[in-house]
Every structure is written in C-alpha cells, then in structure tokens.
C-alpha cells in the first residue's frame, strides 16, 4: 500500500499550509478548493489577499497546473476568488465570514402564529396540461431511474439498526443521524457552512419556504422577492400564505440585485447554482452584490439550490450559503435527484432562526417521517446516492446532447441556451413565428412544449422574443428526438403561414 504523501506549499505571509493527499482517493482539485474556501471563510487568508500565480502554485504543490487552474476558476464562480484586470488572482471582500453585526433576532416562535392566508393567486393560476405522445414538462426528473435495489438495501439497514425510541416522534429537526450523514454531505458536495444543528428535515422546498414565510409576516415583512421569470406554480402557493410577491427581473448574469435594492423587500429566493427557467448561473459579481445587500439591508436570501448536482460543463458551482450563513437560509431536497414522492428536503439555516423555523414546521405537521429520513443517511452513508447521481448525471447529459443535436438538424434556425446544467433548456425561436402558434401547431402534433412567457409574472404584457422552456428529464433519448423532429415541423409550418 503507497504511503500518504503531504506536500506543504507557502501562499502567502504568514505561511499557509496546503496539505494534499495523494492516496485519499479525493480528486486534487477538490482537495485544494475546499481548503482555499475554508481558509477565505476563517480569514486565514483574508479578504483582499493575492494568491501565487497559477504556475508557480502548482510548482509549490508539485501538481499540474491545470489542478491550480481549475481550483481558481471553481472559486472564482463561486465567488470566493475574484481575478483582476492584471491577471492576478485574490480573495474576494465577501468571502470571509463576518465577526460582527450579525442579523436581528426575531422574537420568539410563540408570536410566529399567522392566520391570514390570502390567496392572491390572479393571473398565476396552474397552466392545465393537456398530456400527449412528447412532453417537455419541466421541472420534472425521470422516475424510473430511481434506485430502488440501494434504496431497499438502506432501507433494510436502517430498520434493522434504528434503536426503538427512533421510531417516536422524535426531534423536531429531523433524525439526528440524517441530519449529521446530510450535513457532511452538504459540506462536502456543495460547499455549504453547516452543522447538523442547524438542519431542519422538512417536505421539501414548498414547505421550507412557507415555514420562512410565516416567520417573517410574524415580523413584519409583509414582501417577498422572487426572480422573474419563475415557475407558475411557485408563485401560486408563495401567494398562498398571504405574503405580497414583488417580481424581480433576471438578466443574463442572473437577478438584477439593483432592482432588489430599490425595493422595499428584504426577503428574496434565488436559484443561484442554475436559474429557473432562464438556466443562467448567478455570476460573481452579482453574488458578491447579493450578500452586500444581504449585510447593508439586514436582508435574508432563501437559497433554492434548483439543478445545482446536474452540471454539465464544469464542476458544480459552490452554494451561495457558504459565503453569508447568517444572511442565507439554503434549501435542497431530492425531488429531482431521486423523486418528488419521496418528500424529503432540507434547510440550513442561521443559528438564531433554528428555533423559531423548527417550532413553525413542527405545527404544520408534527414532523417528517422518520424512516425515509434514515434510509437516506444509510445511503449518503455507503456512498449509493454519489453512485446514483453519477449514472444520471451522464444519463441526463446523453439527453442533453441528443436535444441540441436535434435542434440543430431539425430546427436550425432556433437558438439553445441555458443548458449547462439541469434538466431544461430554453430555445429562442426563429424571428417572425409567433410563440403561441407554435405551442398549439405542437400540440396538433402530439407534442407538448412551453412558452417563455407563461413563467413570467405578467405573461400577458411579456414583450421579449419568441422562445420555449423545454423539460428533457422524462424522456429518454429517443424520444426527445422525436420530438424535437416533430416540434421542427411546427416550426417550419408556423413560418410558412407567418
């Protein structure tokens, strides 16, 4: 067995140990992110500090400099690293974890009880699916690919393990043990500043944000901020628990944190690792804006981490949460990473909201259950649920790949974007067809697709080009091919007529 070799490199004065393990079987890169994020975050290296070149880095490490390379850009887009105009490279003023002036407490979860559930629904109301032979339905994962033989063996593990006062009703956070096997996992896949006490298992996004929701109406905060577009169905039940909605423009580097600022919310969510539905990633400069309002405003972020373990052109971006936990409140769940039935989510939240978010959701339901909670650990545990992710991460790109191929063959004219990530893509149509034409030409043809207008917040008064939000999860290969082929019929047919 080779023996574990550390090499020591000095970055900056005083000298910053780097140690990396070539025999752990974690990927160098990796080794050296996370440590160049825990020491920006600890103010080890402290904001403003230059770090060596890439080449004389990876000299000191004794490694390629691609390792150092892909390091810097991985925390650059993270927002940890920032690059300057000279080539240098330096940590970032918004990356170390602030010691001071931390958020408002708010009053104590017995004040929390909102009864006001108004439902302002108007023009969000649910789009009705008319199913056909192709559907593009978005948001959507294949369920077939769910691992059933690990989840049986994890589930057998955890019955025969669980002690008998488990099966109570047990913490109001959820499962201690799936909170500590999550907590790791958080830390270590997304980059998130976490501890299992500051887990709280919940149903999912739906319900974590209605949790949020109603602490904060018990506060005062009367408006929420959400990205524009979004998903319809996100607007109805957030108008459902009687907060005002405050649409916020999305451009290409992701929410426009001017606007947020010239509003009067203090409460945002954001999909930062890949916007829903327009696929942009949050950039740098816009995350590092994002927290400054976050710590000038005594704001809170809501962090969907929407497709964040489906990236395809690069490592998957750091959770915003890791740069601000107090002004973060991050949330997963496995609905597209396993299934939607499952109801199983997350949040991570600041130390000080713990208790009144745990109290809230415990009256909305009295807990989760358990035993999901616990087969999910045992399957973070043994590393099936890495194993899982991996063959359909490469299952969802092959579909990926045949979408874009498609459209270039059977829709040249139309224009693929925000497809580095997840399970979605957006196709600008050709210039002079008219988006609803199209979506009713498809319909005529057994296809299903989706306007960009529909998931903005007046979709009536949506003046931007023709373009559709197409699902690509369901569908195996084949049949995204063929209707991508049929879709291309509409098109051409709607071009004839136009």
């Not at 224009?415 to 009713?440: F, K, Q």
Request: aromatic share 6%; proline share 7%; with cysteine.
């Amino acid at each position: 067995m080779p023996r574990k070799k550390t090499r020591i490199a000095s970055v900056l004065a005083p000298v910053l140990l780097v140690p990396l393990q070539r025999a752990s079987g974690r990927a160098l890169r990796h080794q050296l992110c996370d440590y160049l994020r825990a020491s920006a975050r600890s103010g080890a290296l402290p904001a403003g500090a230059a770090l060596p070149s890439s080449r004389q880095f990876a000299d000191d490490l004794g490694v390629s400099r691609g390792v150092v390379v892909n390091a810097y850009e991985q925390l650059i887009a993270e927002g940890y690293l920032i690059a300057t105009a000279r080539g240098s490279v330096r940590v970032a003023p918004t990356a170390t974890m602030p010691t001071k002036e931390p958020m408002a407490p708010p009053a104590s979860a017995t004040s929390t009880a909102h009864t006001a559930h108004t439902a302002r629904t108007g023009s969000m109301a649910p789009y009705v699916r008319i199913p056909t032979g192709h559907d593009f339905i978005t948001a959507v994962p294949d369920t077939s690919l769910f691992p059933r033989s690990a989840w049986l063996v994890a589930q057998r593990e955890a019955f025969r393990t669980l002690p008998d006062a488990e099966l109570s009703y047990g913490d109001r956070q959820g499962s201690l043990l799936a909170r500590e096997e999550l907590a790791g996992y958080l830390t270590r896949a997304r980059g998130v500043a976490t501890r299992p006490e500051q887990l709280i298992i919940c149903s999912g996004f739906a319900q974590g944000v209605r949790c949020i929701c109603e602490a904060r109406l018990a506060q005062g905060h009367s408006t929420l901020a959400i990205e524009d577009p979004t998903h319809p169905y996100e607007r109805v039940f957030l108008a459902h628990t009687g907060i005002r909605l405050l649409p916020i423009p999305v451009d290409e580097e992701g929410i426009r944190v001017d606007a947020l600022a010239a509003s009067e919310a203090r409460i945002v969510v954001v999909t930062p690792a890949h916007q829903f539905p327009l696929g942009v990633a949050l950039s740098p400069a816009r995350r590092a804006e994002l927290i400054a309002w976050a710590r000038d405003h005594n704001g809170l972020i809501i962090e969907d981490d929407y497709d964040a373990e489906f990236r395809y052109d690069r490592a998957p971006i750091g959770a915003l949460q890791g740069l601000a936990p107090d002004h973060v409140i991050y949330m997963g769940s496995v609905s597209k990473t396993l299934a939607p039935a499952l109801r199983l989510g997350w949040m991570a939240v600041p130390p000080h909201l713990v208790d009144e978010l745990s109290w809230i959701k415990v009256f909305q339901d009295y807990g989760s259950p358990v035993l999901e909670q616990v087969t999910f650990a045992h399957m973070l545990a043994t590393g099936a649920f890495d194993r899982h992710l991996r063959k359909a991460r490469r299952l969802y790109r092959e579909r990926r790949d045949a979408l874009m191929q498609a459209v270039a063959r059977f829709i040249p004219q139309a224009r693929v974007r925000g497809i580095a990530a997840g399970l979605h893509c957006v196709i600008d149509l050709p210039a002079g067809v008219n988006e609803a034409e199209v979506i009713d030409r498809a319909r005529e043809l057994d296809v299903s697709v989706y306007g960009l207008s529909w998931f903005h917040a007046h979709p009536d008064a949506y003046a931007g080009p023709p373009a559709l939000v197409l699902g690509y999860g369901p569908l195996r290969t084949p049949a995204v091919v063929a209707g991508i082929r049929l879709l291309g019929k509409a098109v051409r047919d709607c071009l004839l007529r136009a």
